[in-house]
């Protein structure tokens, strides 16, 4: 089997939110599609080892918030990179409540769903939502995943559900590259072939120092 054909599905990039006993909570996801119009309905998949997923189930609800390529990436790495068990990633990132769920502010669409239905996989939840609520928040070309692979030059969690081990670098991207994150595996490859990586470089991504990446 070769896994890099699963490469040629397209997604988006979501934050899939929810609550936590009152504390908004949420995880970066980007396995989510409409299943029908009418009524419409939305299915997502998590991890089970994302917090969100215990939240989810509690609440019997979520939102997703679509990623648009002009949303700061940085929204990637605070709800991709942490656990919401140990940290308030809402503190980190400006949201709105919509149809009573958080959604991300800088995000070009939202939707909300209640669970009516979900599905058990060996590592991963599908939940079936039924939508409650959705509108568009700004003008903006929705995220792909592919564009944040070639674009913002992010890999997968490895709770992603399209996680694939030993992920390398696409070619286009490997050929001036010199400094990979060692939190989220984005490549700063400078504005010019060799560039240092600037001492008060923070990654675009995730937001930790130069310290946590590594030459190439
Ligand atoms: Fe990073």
Not at 69 to 74: A, F, L, M, Q, T
């Given at each position: 089997m070769n896994k890099n054909a699963f490469r040629q599905l397209s997604y988006g990039v979501y934050v899939v939110s929810t609550w936590d006993n009152g504390r908004a909570t949420g995880c970066t996801a980007n396995s989510a599609m409409q299943i029908t119009s009418e009524p419409a309905t939305i299915a997502i998949s998590i991890n089970h080892d994302n917090y969100t997923n215990k939240c989810i189930q509690d609440t019997g609800k979520f939102a997703i918030s679509i990623l648009g390529?002009?949303?700061?990436?940085?929204i990637i790495g605070i709800f991709g990179f942490k656990s919401g068990k140990d940290h308030n990633k809402f503190d980190e990132t400006e949201s709105v409540i919509r149809g009573y769920l958080p959604v991300v502010a800088d995000a070009c669409a939202y939707v909300v769903c209640d669970v009516i239905d979900r599905m058990e996989t060996t590592t991963h939840t599908v939940f079936l939502g039924q939508v409650v609520d959705a509108d568009v928040l700004k003008q903006d070309d929705p995220m792909t995943y592919a564009y944040y692979h070639k674009v913002i030059k992010g890999k997968s969690p490895k709770n992603a559900p399209t996680y694939i081990a030993e992920e390398q670098p696409c070619a286009e991207t490997a050929a001036g590259a010199k400094y990979v994150c060692g939190i989220c595996g984005y490549i700063y490859d400078g504005d010019t072939p060799f560039e240092e990586l600037p001492d008060d470089f923070v990654c675009p991504v995730c937001k930790q120092p130069k310290s946590v990446f590594v030459k190439q």
């Open positions: 390529e002009h949303s700061d990436p940085g």
